[in-house]
């Protein structure tokens, strides 16, 4: 693999940046990516999953940023293709900063994918301290400090574990949370992971972004020993959860507001899940029309059950037809997140007079369980 940068004898920079399902990492990526393009920086952006046809792959894209996409599987299991990936990048774009973003339901990324990196490929990299972001309002709930829906105890496991590896804490949507939660969160997790450096930042208001991002482009990964990790109890996590990506046709005689249809969209597969007791962890779409300019997305969110499905990206014009692209990631056996999903997208299309939405397709399955390519205990000095 080649990862040379513009200037010649230099290594390219390797970030990743993980965190639970829902924790803001797309969002997150996208603006260091946009911080480091108005520093004349060239960027890469890998993105990973468990299935194909990813969200956050058309959101990065529709920003302008080179974007290579690994599904199968974690980093950990599929090391080689994230080299591949890199390459890949580098053929065409000549990176000099690589952004990953693995699996939210993945753990142990230190010892699996950034050590390796560094012990195969350190003449070519500097490697990042790796960042763990949190969704304040789920960690209050799963680090006991405030009440709420949560998930069962092995999928907690994954939880915890990302937070236990991380060099760097993110608390990545402050905003949500007045000082005295924040204050309570600060506190908990300096009880229960003592030595942590916590970072707030708001990645869609901006805010104290740039101590982050220096942290990122000017520190390394320092050397420690691999935290311990049960690959049984985090493999039984991860087949907890259900996973389910699709592709839809939209099309209808009139035009529609595609901001109201995801809405609408999300609403529908909300209800049927809150029905089912299925613990939702990240449900979101896109919606690309096909008359659009390139770039041009409506985008929704929902990122728990009793949170309210938010537009993160808008279409001010209405559209006749497109493509919606749908992951949604719950703790609920997939065969409900389908009977969801398709149950809500005819309810969601009843509402506006001549629409169609057609299933062109759809994967649901649990994730297997990992099997890391390379796992060094340390990292190399």
Not at 224 to 249: F, P, S
Not at 331 to 338: D, G, K, T
Request: glycine share 8%; proline share 5%.
């Amino acid at each position: 693999m080649s990862a040379t940068p513009a200037n010649p004898g230099a290594k390219a920079r390797y970030i990743m940046i993980g965190g639970f399902l829902g924790a803001g990492k797309t969002t997150a990526v996208g603006r260091l990516a946009r911080h480091l393009a108005a520093q004349g920086l060239r960027v890469g952006l890998i993105t990973n999953d468990q299935g194909r046809n990813l969200v956050d792959t058309a959101m990065l894209r529709s920003q302008g940023f080179a974007t290579e996409e690994i599904p199968g599987g974690c980093f950990c299991c599929r090391f080689n293709s994230l080299v591949d990936a890199a390459q890949k990048l580098t053929s065409e774009t000549r990176p000099e900063v690589f952004v990953a973003e693995p699996v939210g339901s993945c753990t142990d990324l230190a010892a699996t994918v950034t050590y390796p990196l560094r012990r195969l490929y350190g003449d070519q990299f500097t490697v990042a301290p790796v960042s763990v972001l949190l969704d304040p309002v789920r960690a209050l709930r799963v680090l006991g400090v405030e009440p709420g829906g949560n998930f069962s105890p092995k999928v907690l496991y994954i939880y915890r574990k990302q937070i236990e590896e991380a060099d760097l804490v993110v608390i990545s949507k402050s905003d949500l949370v007045d000082e005295r939660r924040q204050a309570a969160l600060r506190q908990v997790l300096a009880r229960e992971f003592p030595g942590k450096e916590v970072l707030a930042v708001s990645a869609r208001e901006g805010t104290n972004l740039e101590a982050w991002f220096q942290r990122l482009t000017s520190h390394e990964q320092v050397a420690r020993i691999a935290m311990d990790i049960d690959y049984q109890t985090y493999a039984e996590g991860e087949a907890l959860l259900g996973w389910l990506n699709a592709t839809v046709q939209v099309s209808a005689a009139t035009a529609f507001s595609a901001d109201d249809f995801l809405r609408q969209v999300a609403t529908e597969v909300q209800q049927r899940l809150r029905t089912a007791e299925a613990e939702v962890a990240h449900l979101k779409m896109t919606l690309s029309p096909d008359e659009s300019l390139a770039g041009e997305i409506a985008a929704v969110n929902l990122v728990r059950n009793d949170f309210v499905p938010e537009l993160s990206y808008h279409l001010e014009q209405p559209v006749r037809s497109g493509q919606l692209i749908l992951n949604l990631r719950a703790e609920a056996a997939p065969e409900v997140l389908a009977t969801a999903v398709r149950e809500g997208l005819t309810a969601a299309a009843g509402s506006f007079p001549g629409l169609r939405a057609t299933l062109d397709h759809l994967e649901h399955f649990r994730p297997g369980k990992p099997t890391p390519t390379h796992r060094l205990d340390g990292l190399p000095a």
